[in-house]
Nanobody, 117 residues
């Protein structure tokens, strides 16, 4: 079973930065798309797409994070990263890693990001 483990979350002041990582239990070459989602507080059934990256490097972002967040893949470390700059209180959420392969779809457990104003 594929495992995805997120790390890098924490508490940061508004305007600060965090770098999230998602490490897979197998080669991320197997995943044709990897995505960061987030689940805001009080919205346990809503997951927002934050950013995705395909295995050929195509990326996309939700409008509210464009210019502030950068997604990347490190195939040598089997890791996907999300560099988050200029964080705002509305970025507070549990951030989850998602990966798609020909065998199926996989989720991580999530990492909490809290931005204080």
């Amino acid at each position: 079973q594929v495992q995805l483990v997120e790390s890098g979350g924490g508490l940061v002041q508004s305007g600060g930065s965090l770098r999230l990582s998602c490490t897979a239990s197998e080669s991320i070459d197997n995943f044709y798309r990897m995505t960061w989602y987030r689940q805001p507080p009080g919205k346990s059934r809503e997951r927002e797409m934050v950013a995705y990256i395909s295995n050929d490097g195509v990326t996309d972002y939700r409008n509210s994070v464009k210019g502030r967040f950068t997604i990347s893949r490190d195939n040598a470390k089997d890791t996907m990263n999300l560099q988050m700059n200029d964080l705002r209180s509305e970025d507070t959420a549990v951030y989850l890693c998602h990966a798609l392969s020909l065998r199926g779809a996989y989720w991580g457990q999530g990492t909490q990001v809290t931005v204080s104003s």
